[in-house]
């Protein structure tokens, strides 16, 4: 889906061009058209497939109805091109931003970041996905092509008239009343053969956790694999029942149907947190219809017990040593903060200035306000090392595989490990909980060159 491809030095790049636009869309059965502003009037914009190692450029041109910064997550991108939330498009501008597609296969997705007004943006249809891959999990023999498919999960709220219910004023949560699967009508549904797929699902809510399962019309849930998360594969699968996961993450999962041949199964939501609240409905996700034949049974084979060889966990020498460590909480008036600071005032949000290469060990923790504080960390890829403060530990997958985001629920302390690199500049780091974002949860962290 390249426009283009030039090469430069030798070098071969992709480029894209992508427009934030508006479009009207049915999606609340019943009822009139909804109206959402997205990358080329889809979405979820765009899917991006590419070869790790093989450089992009996306030119962005918003034709949209306010400013707009991309935000390429999961990404290490430079810092000039990461979408920080002040660099913003105005209507009628446009930016090229460069990707240097340098690290494994993952999952990735792309969003607006713009300043006090992601979440809406978001809500509206800016996010799209991004997949990298690489010939070391092509080798695998993972379900492929149509057996492949994203999941993303968000949710909405609908006025009579179709039209989405307005998120502007709000700045505590936002959880909508439908909980929808790459934006289409709640509920859809999915024919799958009996057979392995290979679900990349994303958490694309403003504030809505998920704690995902797959039950059959008997009550029987079908157990799966997990196989990576959102910095790419884990070094061995994790077989699970259900999974927990917030705004920001991604985990990559295969389901297999080739036991539940003619069946419907409902991927269902459990999760209970007093903050979050439920909705008749919000305990389904989608439904998948299982049927009798295989059109094509290739990469349908066992999940291998390695899928990631070089996986490589960050190690620290002083391993307990805590470099940083940021409180999450509400402060007066609906502001949202990290250690007290707000991300408008220029002159206090840098809070960490780790030296180019450093590993460092941070610590999270969520110390106030109603809604969970799902933490993302802009540039890096984190090991979890450990939680505390709740009635939960750490989750298997969790620990499996690297990480950008991580899940932090009231009262809960976590640690990650990570390398600060390979770029020095300034980055964001942030509450996903994109109402606290956009109330001020989110500093700046500043990777410091090295002297020479
Ligand atoms: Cu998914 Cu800083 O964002
Ligand atoms: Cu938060």
New binding site residues.
């Given amino acids: 889906m390249p426009q283009f491809t030039e090469v430069v030095n030798g070098v071969p790049i992709d480029y894209y061009e992508m427009t934030i636009e508006s479009f009207d869309i049915a999606l609340f059965p019943g009822h009139g058209l909804t109206s959402l502003v997205g990358y080329n009037g889809t979405a979820p914009g765009p899917t991006f497939r590419v070869e790790n190692g093989r450089e992009t450029v996306v030119r962005v041109l918003n034709h949209g109805n306010r400013t707009a910064a991309m935000?390429l997550?999961g990404m290490s991108s430079h810092a000039v091109w990461d979408?920080w939330a002040a660099d913003e498009l105005e209507i009628g501008q446009y930016k090229d931003y460069y990707y240097p597609n340098n690290e494994g296969s993952r999952t990735i997705?792309y969003?607006d970041?713009a300043e006090r007004h992601t979440a809406v943006d978001a809500y509206e249809g800016q996010s799209g996905v991004y997949i990298i891959y690489d010939p070391a999990e092509d080798s695998l023999g993972l379900p492929s092509g149509k057996y492949d498919i994203p999941l993303c999960l968000s949710d909405k709220t609908y006025q009579d008239n179709g039209q989405l219910v307005s998120i502007e004023d709000i700045d505590l949560n936002f959880v909508g009343e439908f909980i929808q699967v790459n934006e289409q009508q709640p509920w859809p549904y999915l024919e799958v053969e009996p057979r392995k797929y290979r679900f990349r699902l994303y958490d694309m809510s403003v504030s809505r956790p998920y704690d995902l399962y797959i039950v059959d019309e008997d009550a029987n849930w079908l157990e799966f694999q997990v196989i990576g998360s959102d910095s790419g594969l884990f070094g061995h699968p994790v077989a699970t029942n259900d999974l927990t996961m917030a705004m920001?993450e991604r985990y990559d999962s295969v389901v297999d149907f080739s036991g539940v041949k003619g069946r419907n199964l409902t991927f269902a939501n459990k999760l209970q947190n007093p903050a979050i609240e439920d909705f008749e409905n919000t305990d389904k996700v989608m439904r998948f219809v299982v049927g009798h034949e295989v059109s094509d049974d290739s990469n349908n084979s066992a999940v291998p017990d390695t899928l990631n060889a070089n996986l490589e966990l960050p190690r620290k020498q002083n391993s307990t040593k805590v470099d940083q460590a940021f409180n999450f909480q509400m402060g007066g008036d609906a502001t949202w903060t990290i250690n007290g600071v707000a991300f408008s005032d220029p002159n206090a949000r840098v809070l960490a200035k780790p030296p180019q290469g450093a590993i460092e060990l941070w610590e999270l923790r969520h110390t106030g306000g109603p809604g969970v504080h799902p933490v993302?960390i802009?540039l890096v890829n984190m090991q979890i090392v450990s939680r505390s403060g709740g009635p939960r530990g750490l989750l298997p997958y969790e620990t499996a595989g690297l990480k950008d985001?991580v899940f932090l629920q009231p009262g809960e302390v976590v640690h990650v490990l990570a390398y600060y690199g390979p770029w020095n500049g300034l980055y964001?780091?942030?509450c996903?909980n994109l109402v606290h974002?956009d109330h001020e949860m989110?500093a700046a962290f500043n990777v410091t060159r090295l002297e020479e």
Avoid: L, N
């Fill in positions: 935000h997550h979408g997705w969003h970041h920001g993302h802009h985001t964001m780091f942030h996903h974002e989110m």
